[in-house]
T-cell receptor, first 113, second 116 residues
Framework: DSGVTQTPKHLITATGQRVTLRCSPRSGDLSVYWYQQSLDQGLQFLIQ???????AKGNILERFSAQQFPDLHSELNLSSLELGDSALYFC????????????FGEGSRLTVL | DQQVKQNSPSLSVQEGRISILNCDYTNSMFDYFLWYKKYPAEGPTFLIS?????DKNEDGRFTVFLNKSAKHLSLHIVPSQPGDSAVYFCAASLSYSGAGSYQLTFGKGTKLSVIP
């Protein structure tokens, strides 16, 4: 158990819909990262938050947005969903270290039909 | 453009033998390299890392080698065990200004199967 909690574990929805994925980081971790893993793809970095502020953006679509709340939990909002958005979405958290060691949740599997 | 590449999608090794997983990168600014292991239905878990100023780091059965001139790193598992069967991701870290600011770039992974 990494200490990072993601909900829901599975989500099935239709094209054009909007969903929210939730992440609770490990106790004490200030940074939250969101990654997307599509079929046969590696983990694609989407966005990072540090103590409530956006710190870095990766390959995140404009239809996607995220935020980190004062209690440090984070939400990833995916809107106008397309079939290609079907993927595993991972949240990870970290302490203030330069080594890059992240603690990942078990992921939220999104299926868009 | 893929900055971190794992060219072997899969690898099969006999139990007790050595497993060697390879990774190439293009960005010379990466300052840490990491290996993560992922079992089905679980998130990736950190395995071992190496600073860009080192060429070897060892942790039990796991050793990571870094060849900066070739922009290549490898993970050696000796001896391989059936429980090592998983997908292994190579990742590279790039730090930037600000506390806690670094970005991990992952390869696509190599599925290791250790045959009893």
């Amino acid at each position: 158990d990494s200490g990072v909690t993601q909900t829901p574990k599975h989500l099935i929805t239709a094209t054009g819909q909007r969903v929210t994925l939730r992440c609770s980081p490990r106790s004490g971790d200030l940074s939250v990262y969101w990654y997307q893993q599509s079929l046969d793809q590696g983990l694609q970095f989407l966005i990072q938050y540090y103590n409530g502020e956006e710190r870095a953006k990766g390959n995140i679509l404009e239809r996607f947005s995220a935020q980190q709340f004062p209690d440090l939990h984070s939400e990833l909002n995916l809107s106008s969903l397309e079939l290609g958005d079907s993927a595993l979405y991972f949240c990870a958290s970290s302490v203030e270290m330069r080594t890059g060691e992240l603690f990942f949740g078990e992921g939220s599997r999104l299926t868009v039909l | 453009d893929q900055q971190v590449k794992q060219n072997s999608p899969s690898l099969s090794v006999q139990e007790g033998r050595i497993s060697i997983l390879n990774c190439d990168y293009t960005n010379s600014m990466f300052d840490y390299f990491l290996w993560y292991k992922k079992y089905p239905a679980e998130g990736p878990t950190f395995l071992i890392s190496i600073s860009s100023i080192k060429d070897k780091n060892e942790d039990g059965r796991f050793t990571v080698f870094l060849n900066k001139s070739a922009k290549h790193l490898s993970l050696h598992i000796v001896p391989s065990q059936p429980g090592d069967s998983a997908v292994y991701f190579c990742a590279a870290s790039l730090s930037y200004s600000g506390a806690g600011s670094y970005q991990l770039t992952f390869g696509k992974g190599t599925k290791l199967s250790v045959i009893p």
